[in-house]
């Protein structure tokens, strides 16, 4: 299923050049608050069995992965080397520019888990990327996509200016079905006087 059943005047952005150059410098940042990125620990906790294969897709320095859990592999995938080199998570990365190369560099039922933390906004195609995504999953395999509020504003597309919250949460939604996931749910872990955390899980039906 392709993104041409969304209006692609969603997905303009005030930056159109290529994101590599956005990218080129690390950012060893966090783009949440502390309480927000512990409430994302906390869902993972239940969300990502024991042994998983885990893919964290647009990864930085940090997945906010439990650190006390342990799985079979976490592989990152992102824009910059150094931070995806510097996460401590990883046991292995690559740099691919999604909205150049929606297609995964993986192959098919890799995964248990897939985590997409706070960068949904910056997905140009993101039906494409998450119908990919998918077939990178093992049946019964889920992915959860984590929103908040903060954004680069000249990456960030256009719709992700424009539509309330519960707007961007019903377009992500969207995305999960148009990619063809089931059980697509929504969960609100926003913490008390902290930036919000808006959940939206969708799972791979068994074949
Ligand atoms: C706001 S940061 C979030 C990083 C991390 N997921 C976290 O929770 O802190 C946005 C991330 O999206 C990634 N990203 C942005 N545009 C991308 C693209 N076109 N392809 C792949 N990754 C991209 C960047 O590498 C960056 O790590």
Redesign the pocket.
Known sequence: MQDNALPPQLFARQDESP?SAF?REPRFV??IDDATIDALTEFYRTFIPERAAVLDL???W?S?LPPECSYDRVAG????EA?LAANPSLDDHVV????AAPELPYPDRAFDRITL???IQ?LTHPVEVLSDALRTLKDGGEICIAMSHRLFPT?AILAFHRLSPADRVRLVSTYLELAGFKDIRFIDRSPDGADPLWLVAGRRAED
């Open positions: 994101d990218y966090t783009h647009m990864s930085s940090v906010h995938l992102g824009m910059n931070e691919q520019d999604l909205n933390a706070v960068s910056y990456k």
